[in-house]
Nanobody
Framework: QVQVVESGGELVQAGGSLRLSCAAS????????MGWYRQAPGSQRELVAT???????NYADSVKGRFTISRDNAKNTVYLQMNSLKPEDTAAYYC???????????????WGQGTLVTVSS
């Protein structure tokens, strides 16, 4: 009833930039927190950045000053601008959104399928 689709991942050289997008669709009444997480091979999934419906942001220490999360509430979309990319940023990046389903009082946590970011040295 709610779908989340990420895009924007690709191969980039160290020092370069990428912008990831994540769009939510379906029976959405409202979206609360939206966030980006990443998982490198052999590692656990970790938080990258989150943004509340009011625009409050939170970042992992490893990306502070390099990554910026933003959202367009009219489009149910969250973005992750990644600058000064490093090889250690290589991972599958996942979007997670917390939604209230339209016509219900159901609260869902929905994950996307992931988009791969590879940073070459």
């Amino acid at each position: 009833q709610v779908q989340v689709v990420e895009s924007g991942g690709e191969l980039v050289q160290a020092g370069g930039s990428l912008r990831l997008s994540c769009a939510a669709s379906g029976r959405i009444f409202s979206i609360n927190t939206m966030g980006w997480y990443r998982q490198a091979p052999g590692s656990q999934r970790e938080l990258v950045a989150t943004i509340t419906s009011g625009g409050r942001t939170n970042y992992a220490d490893s990306v502070k000053g390099r990554f910026t999360i933003s959202r367009d509430n009219a489009k149910n979309t969250v973005y992750l601008q990644m600058n000064s990319l490093k090889p250690e940023d290589t991972a599958a990046y996942y979007c997670k959104v917390n939604v209230v389903v339209a016509g219900t009082i159901t609260y869902l946590e929905v994950w996307g399928q992931g988009t791969l970011v590879t940073v070459s040295s």
